[in-house]
């Protein structure tokens, strides 16, 4: 089996969603108030949550979050359900920025995210 017999959607997929969620995360950690606008829109219950530990606890929380799927998705050798569970609440997050953030510049983006995280939660191969 050579190196390009490897190189397979799922590889791709992994691969990007593992560096876009790195960069993401290393960058609310050290910059967390440059994410705040982020944080609009959302349901009372979630914001009064996020109110009470404070906006930039809770971004720094989700940095780690998002580094953690980052991992999941860059270490080809974590059981395939780990990568499920990491493409899932990748899912999940996207899904929740296009419903509750809403349509912007980057909304495009969203989707790209979103339809990547889904074709890793349903993938049937995996490498």
């Not at 876009?20 to 949550?49: C, E, K, N, V």
């Not at 974590?78 to 419903?99: D, K, S, Y």
Request: hydrophobic residues 60%.
């Amino acid at each position: 089996m050579n190196l390009f017999d490897k190189l397979t959607s799922q590889f791709f997929l992994r691969l990007g969603l593992g560096a876009m969620f790195a960069y993401s995360g290393i960058d609310i950690l050290l910059h967390p108030t440059a994410w705040t606008w982020a944080l609009r829109g959302l349901p009372a219950f979630i914001q009064t949550q996020i109110d009470r530990i404070g906006p930039e606890m809770y971004l720094r929380g989700q940095g780690i979050a998002e580094l953690a799927m980052a991992a999941a998705f860059l270490a080809w050798f974590l059981p395939r359900p780990l990568v499920r569970i990491a493409a899932f609440f990748a899912a999940v997050e996207m899904a929740a920025v296009l419903v509750f953030v809403g349509v912007d510049a980057v909304t495009f983006r969203d989707i790209g995210i979103l339809g990547a995280a889904l074709g890793v939660l349903f993938s049937r191969t995996f490498f």
